[in-house]
């Protein structure tokens, strides 16, 4: 009974707080973008625009949807719901920290553990064509038909190489639950080098993991591999005809996509919610001393600020006091096996998708014949090596 | 995985643990489907998917005999025969793909002739 | 529980079979075929192959069938065009294809081994583990074997899809 209520309650947890951060994350991009491209970004609605995910909400559920004619209706209506659907499923293999036992409940963050954690997110990324495909073909235009057939094909190619640099690091840790890939990367080489897979013992797995991020971009269709969508040649690539919500549906699938899979490249190659450095030198002191910071930045900037900007004097304040309690929250000594662990999974992850977001502020769009030979021609064959070379290792060493 | 489920389930006549026969019913069905549709149907590609739909009905017989039995061997032939699957998809659409730039059709009734 | 979940699986495979048996799109009949694989899948996990249903997502649902969608897609296939005599045949056919299937349900009924049933968890021995020990112990022939059937089919399918032929 306990088990049913516990679960239901971190279900429920997890999807608002994905959703919720997925509708920031447009925000964190458009702002990001902008300043790497000398703007200011999202301005207008709220302090520093921070209410703009809300106001786009809002406009996209408004919207009138429109059902194209000589559309598959069926199939038109069912593929945007696929697409959120398999974005929202892949995150419940997730562990965002290790096991707690708090007011006597044994429980820990994360909904559940498989010992088929890392093939249930491949096979859901893999059921994730079926959205793209659909939505293209049954959009009935060729715009979204070109789209739609370009990403299965670059779906399908990336999946090979995307698969292969999994296996590496999963051969050294023996495992294919996420909780237990992530404890498998605990503790230190020479009392200061963490555990984690890129720098694992018998071979480091810098190879696997830059291919692994290399083929994320391109399966979650992101710059610089966005040929789906690329929209100087097919408009919007497979979302062409849709509207209102069901474009949000796309749009959502899209951002949850890149949460799963930074969360994912974190646990299997970033050491999961493993400290960079070991707690003797100080390492759960670092959000403290960091929130602490962002708390000086922002009363700092609360002194000095211009007259135009008159919403800076109410909330500059209001965002110190936010980060001093929360830098207070990190230092009570009941959550904090809690919360260290949950920052550094955070931390990792946010500078992951702000390392997605960088690039695609930097990086041109691929040519399609290029994007293909580079998944066949090059990231395949490094893929294999580097496998080969793990096994080998880890054959050597084991036993 | 607790054994207590907090919705109390209506009172079906309903057996605690399923009989074995219900999954190899359950298998027979899917294929005599499959053999349909392979009879039936006139486009070569869904002739060719109602292929794959008798293997899975296979498939599951052997994964259903494998707990029967206790044992992984009946997991490991499931596993070759998807395998093999794969391969016989990759030739097959080949030749289809072949088929129609050839012929420009998928009904498998006009594909008859041995010379164009 | 397990009676439950077990026929709402197999209601939607059988389902979605016959909807890949009648529908005349193509299209149509490959993603019922992936509706089949879904609901097999989550029948392989009520049998304890966690490890098999892993595979049937990502290797059936998530290769195999792509591939056909994107073969549809790629030579635009229309829907069947209607025959002369769909009326007739339905009337034949339905009626005995009922018969026989009530036929082998039967003879499964008397025939299968008796049991204890099956019940989720009654067998654990389908995890990565225990298939990968099996395959590169007991089966490591056919494995590698597999492998070169696996090549020979890369090749003939680039050879056939070539553009001369």
Redo the contacts between chains.
Sequence with gaps: MNFYILSLVKAGLVAFVLLTFCAYLVWIERKVLAHIQLRPGPYRVGPHGLLQPLSDLIKLVTKEGLIPGNVSTGLYLFAPFLAVALALVSIVTIPFGPEFEIFGVRTWLGLTDLNIGVLFILAMSSLGVYATAIGGWASNSKYALLGGLRSSAQMISYELPLALAIVAPILIANTLSFKELAEAQSGFYFGFLPKWHVFAAPFPQVFSFVIFVIAAFAETNRVPFDLPEAETELVAGFHTEYTSTMFAAFFTAEYANIVTICCVTTLLFLGGWHPPFPAEYGSSFIPVILLLGVAGLFFFHAGQTLKTRKWDRFSFPVGGVLSLGLAGLFLIPLLQPILVPFFWFAAKTLLLIFFFIWVRGTLPRFRYDQLMRFAWMFLFPVAVVNLLITAFAVALTSN | ??S???IP?PN?P?????????????S???F???V??FL????I??V???I??ML?AV??SF??F???L????G??F???V??????????G??????V?RNRQT??IDEVSSLKL | MDALLFLTFAAIAVGCAINLVLQTHPIASALSLVGVMGSLAVLYLLLGGEFIAAVQMIVYAGAIMVLFVFVIMLLNAAAEKKTRKPALRAVVAVPLLFTFLMLVAYLIQTQAPKGTGVKFGGFTGGGPADIGRSLFTTYILPFEVTSVVILIAILGAVVLARKEV
């Excluded at chain 2, 309903?14 to 359950?26: G, R």
């Excluded at chain 2, 998807?82 to 030739?91: F, L, N, S």
């Excluded at chain 2, 659409?93 to 072949?98: F, H, M, N, S």
């Design positions: 995985m607790p207590e489920f907090p389930l079906l309903l057996p605690d643990a399923v009989p074995l026969s219900w999954y190899l019913i359950l027979a069905i899917l005599t489907l499959g349909a549709g039936f149907r006139r486009n590609i869904t060719f998917m109602s794959e739909l899975n498939n599951l994964v259903a494998s707990y029967h206790k044992s992984v061997d997991h490991i499931s596993f070759f998807m395998v093999i699957a794969a391969a016989e998809a990759a030739v659409l080949a030749i289809i793909l072949t129609f998928l009904e």
